[in-house]
């Protein structure tokens, strides 16, 4: 780390054994990631309602390069057992955050082109077709924005492709823009 490791607390005093055991896991935390330039770690009693007892909450702020991960649990009855889940919780950020970084996270397809091929407005489906001359079906519930109505056939629409009972499907049909003459009479312009 770039910034020393800070600790701090509120309505609660730590133990030796207790600041070793989060200096440890920041330690991990610290080389699980190349570049992290700062620690914060704060540790709670939030005031006790009723008969719950005491509990812990903790929070841990990361600062690396680009991002800033926060993690904040549910309290805890045992202090332990909130110090654990909240590092595990900080690992696997870091490990996400640097799986990114390395760009081994696959970003997700770019959205489907296609014209509406038919449509069938009482039934409630019709049929796209894309650049490679398929045919996929989609229902009105597929089509955002309850813009179904406003659909004619030669539309463009975006759409991702999912496989169904019969073939392939369009779900999350998004209106990109209307055929030549009739922008005005759908609203779109």
């Known amino acids: 780390m770039e910034l020393p490791l800070q600790v701090a607390t509120r309505n ?25 330039m700062s620690c914060r770690v704060m540790v709670e009693t939030p005031h006790r309602r009723g008969n719950e007892g005491i509990q812990y909450l903790v929070r841990i702020d ?55 091929l038919t449509l069938f407005p009482y039934e409630g489906y019709g049929f796209l077709q894309d ?26 629409v975006r759409f991702v492709e999912e496989e169904g009972d019969e073939g392939p499907q369009a779900s999350t049909v998004t209106l990109v823009r209307m055929p030549a003459g009739r922008e005005n009479a759908a609203g779109y312009e």
């Not at 926060?70 to 057992?81: G, H």
């Not at 889940?85 to 081994?104: C, I, N, P, S």
């Open 12 to 36: 609660i005093s730590l133990s030796i054994s207790e600041e070793e055991a989060i200096r440890s896991e920041a330690m991990k935390l610290d080389s699980m990631a190349d570049r992290i």
């Open 62 to 116: 990361l600062t690396l390069p680009g991002r800033e991960l926060v993690v904040k649990r549910q309290p805890q009855a045992d202090l332990r057992t909130a110090l654990q889940d909240a590092f595990d919780v900080a690992k696997r950020q870091v490990q996400d955050y640097t799986r990114r970084r390395r760009g081994l996270v696959k970003a997700p397809p770019p959205p489907n082109r296609a014209r509406v």
């Open 131 to 156: 650049d490679l001359g398929r045919e996929i079906y989609f229902h009105r519930n597929s089509v955002l924005n309850g813009n179904f109505e406003k659909l004619a056939e030669g539309a463009e």
